[in-house]
């Protein structure tokens, strides 16, 4: 059974840093992997997705990258900005189709 | 158009009360899909709509219904609701269903179920 795990749980940290936020999963057997934000009380707003034969996505100040045989995935955002305070979520996709199996997530803050 | 519409916002009802919750977008997908999000955890899915057709429920209770009307319509009936099934319902929708595709969200509608 596929788990997805995001560490960490919440993050805080001052304007203009650079960050990384992880994401791990059980399977190494996925279709893609997905990146996700998500504001309080709002839907999600679909970042990034990274077919399992692709190594990176780059969308502006975002970079997601996917190393399928250990299982891993990562988010870097480029000298952040209070706007991208958020929870931004991973989801993966098995290769037999289905559901979307998301991790806990990651709260960031990102402080003026 | 790239929105995924819901109404309402925000609901209250009482455990004998019937409500639905519906869903819309405009941009020619044909797969549609409810979620439901307890507060700090993941969205968790409850149906998927292909082409109209209901192709997969996750084991949900019957007190949840849902229906599609037509391919950009989606809607989920509520009836006998318990004090657990207060949640954010989010539905979403993608180009087939297909397993490459991205999925567009909605804002959700919060519940709340006294």
């Known amino acids: 059974k596929q788990e997805v795990t995001q560490i960490p749980a919440a993050l805080s940290v001052p304007e203009g840093e650079n960050l990384v936020l992880n994401c791990s999963f059980t399977?190494?057997?996925?279709?893609?992997l997905q990146w996700f934000r998500q504001d309080p009380g709002k839907g999600l707003t679909s970042l990034l997705l990274?077919?399992?034969?692709?190594r990176e996505q780059t969308s502006g100040r975002l970079n997601a990258s996917l190393d399928k045989s250990s299982g891993r995935s990562t988010l870097y955002i480029a000298a952040s900005q209070p706007g991208d305070s958020a929870t931004y979520l991973c989801?993966?996709?098995?290769?037999?189709?289905?559901?979307?199996?998301f991790g806990q997530g990651t709260e960031l803050s990102v402080k003026p | 158009d790239t929105e995924v519409t819901q109404t309402p916002k925000h609901l209250v009802m009482g455990m004998t009360n019937k409500k639905s919750l519906k869903c819309e977008q405009h941009?020619?997908?044909?797969?549609m899909y409810w979620y439901k999000q307890k507060a700090k955890k993941p969205p968790e899915l409850m149906f998927v709509?292909?082409?109209?057709?209901?192709?997969i429920n996750e084991s949900v209770p019957s007190r949840f219904s849902p229906e599609c009307p037509n391919s950009s319509l989606l809607n989920l009936h509520l009836h006998a609701l318990q004090p657990e099934d207060s949640a954010l319902y989010l539905c979403?929708?993608?180009?087939?269903?297909?397993?490459?595709?991205?999925?567009?969200f909605g804002p959700g509608t919060r519940l709340l179920v006294l």
């Open positions: 399977d190494s057997a996925i279709y893609n």
């Open positions: 709509y292909s082409y109209e057709k209901l192709s």
């Open positions: 990274i077919q399992s034969s692709q």
């Open positions: 979403a929708s993608s180009l087939t269903g297909g397993a490459g595709e991205t999925q567009y």
């Open positions: 989801a993966v996709r098995g290769n037999q189709g289905g559901k979307l199996i």
């Open positions: 941009m020619g997908h044909r797969a």
